[in-house]
Antibody
């Protein structure tokens, strides 16, 4: 059974940086695009970023462009979301999802990020 | 990158049918078939219930069905059950920006 396992929750001060991880197992990880989405407390899902299966193409939502970078290591079966210049409004649960041919087969359990002084 | 528009809430009685709409534009929902629907129970991970407008992943009940007309996609839940109470989100590819967008989300209540 395939799964995505995300890094543990974390707190950081405004302006800080950190890296979230999303590790796949039990499925051909390198065949899948990985999407990131987030959910602020009590709010809906919002798309954040996407990286292609080979890692050559990335896309970002406007509100993270220039601050977040997504990368992947298909040897380690892991995708990373590098986050910098963090703001209070970046607080929320971050989910990674694996999609192939436009079908999301797997979702991670989510990582709680709190940005607060 | 504006969110797709969904009704904030939809309700129905057990056994009834309900439909959730998801309105976008000619550059996202109306441009192709890359529209998905997710169900999310409180404090849980989203689960795919429909992909490519009309397709159900294996294991998803055939009481759930998807469709699209113009810039609006729809999710219909037939023979409503108590365990259909959840939040539902549509999700579409935005061809003009090569990005993706979720809907605003709909809370389904079974009366």
């Amino acid at each position: 059974e395939g799964q995505l396992v995300q890094s543990e929750g974390i707190s950081v001060q405004p302006g800080g940086s950190l890296r979230l991880s999303c590790a796949g197992s039990g499925f051909p990880f390198s065949d899948y695009y990985i999407h990131w989405a987030r959910q602020a407390p009590g709010q809906g899902l919002v798309w954040v970023s996407r990286i292609t299966d080979d890692g050559t193409h990335t896309r970002y939502a406007d509100f993270v462009k220039g601050r977040f970078t997504v990368s992947r290591d298909n040897v380690k079966n892991t995708v990373y979301l590098h986050m910098s210049s963090l703001r209070a409004e970046d607080t929320g649960i971050y989910y990674c999802g694996a999609a192939r041919q436009w079908r999301f087969d797997y979702w991670g359990q989510g990582t709680q990020l709190t940005v607060s002084s | 990158q504006s969110a797709l528009t969904q009704p904030a809430s939809v309700s129905g009685s057990p056994g009834q049918s309900i439909t959730i709409s998801c309105t976008g534009t000619s550059t996202d929902v109306g441009a192709h078939t890359h529209v998905s629907w997710f169900r999310q129970y409180p404090d849980t991970t989203p689960k795919l219930i429909i992909y490519e407008v009309t397709n159900r992943p294996s294991g998803v009940s055939n009481r759930l069905s998807g469709s699209k007309s113009g810039n609006t996609a729809s999710l219909t839940i037939s023979r409503l059950r108590v365990d259909d109470e959840a939040d539902y989100y549509c999700y579409a590819y935005s061809a003009s920006a090569d990005t993706f967008v979720f809907g605003t989300g709909t809370k389904v209540t079974v009366l």
